[in-house]
């Protein structure tokens, strides 16, 4: 069963990064753009997981930080810009797990939401990042995907798409886990966005895309990344 994230996040690229990452790495995720949004998600349906911003457009994050510390001890991970020690150590001190200033990169938000999971005693294991077959290399780490020593240029879509794959190497991914983890939940009926970027990814790392050797097609099912 998968882990269930809440972000709450204003800036629109932000949330999108962030949910595009913990989609890849199989988190269920869940997004408010404000304090209001946050806590009704929050009463609905408690997440696993709080990944919070202090700024938001009709309050505090820090408000949240308070109400959610009144009934649960879930995991609650601040990625703010404010940088300000004594900031941080308030915080922290009213029952955020870490702080994350921004800019940050991806790599060490996940390893950090790994901690903060860890000592709520859920384990979470590193994420596969780097696959290697033939004269395709992926590196989940540095975003690069290679064919036969080639840098390949991938959208910000065939990457995720990709990076997914990645993550469940030699294992059937369905459509609808696809769909919901890289579009997001109100695209898991869109089977014909999962034809297009599937084509787009083949045309671009396959030899002969009409007859694939990395991206193969589970009939009616899903996609596989093969790993021999």
Do not use: C
């Not at 998968?2 to 995720?29: H, K, N, P, W, Y």
């Not at 997001?184 to 009926?189: S, V």
């Not at 970027?197 to 093969?226: C, F, N, S, W």
């Amino acid at each position: 069963m998968s882990l269930r994230a809440l972000v709450v996040e204003d800036d629109r690229e932000i949330r999108t990064l962030m949910q595009s990452s913990l989609g890849v790495e199989g988190f269920e995720v869940q997004t408010a753009v404000t304090l209001s949004e946050a806590r009704a998600l929050w009463h609905n349906a408690p997440p696993d997981l709080v990944i919070l911003d202090l700024g938001l457009p009709d309050g505090d994050g820090a408000e949240l930080v308070r109400d959610i510390r009144r009934s649960s001890a879930v995991p609650i991970l601040i990625v703010s810009a404010r940088h300000q020690e004594a900031q941080k150590i308030q915080v922290l001190d009213e029952g955020a797990d870490d702080y994350l200033t921004k800019p940050f990169s991806v790599g060490e938000l996940l390893a950090r939401i790994r901690v903060a999971l860890r000592h709520r005693g859920t384990a979470l294991a590193p994420a596969l990042t780097e696959h290697t077959l033939d004269d395709l290399h992926v590196d989940l780490g540095t975003r690069s995907v290679t064919v036969a020593g080639q840098a390949i240029h991938l959208t910000p879509t065939e990457y995720n798409l990709l990076a997914r794959l990645v993550r469940s190497a030699g294992r059937v991914v369905t459509h609808r886990q696809l769909l919901a983890d890289v579009w997001g939940a109100e695209f898991t009926e869109h089977t014909h966005y999962l034809r297009l970027y599937m084509g787009q990814l083949r045309a671009k790392i396959e030899a002969d895309p009409a007859e694939p050797r990395h991206l193969l097609t589970e009939t009616g099912v899903g996609y596989r990344l093969a790993i021999e």
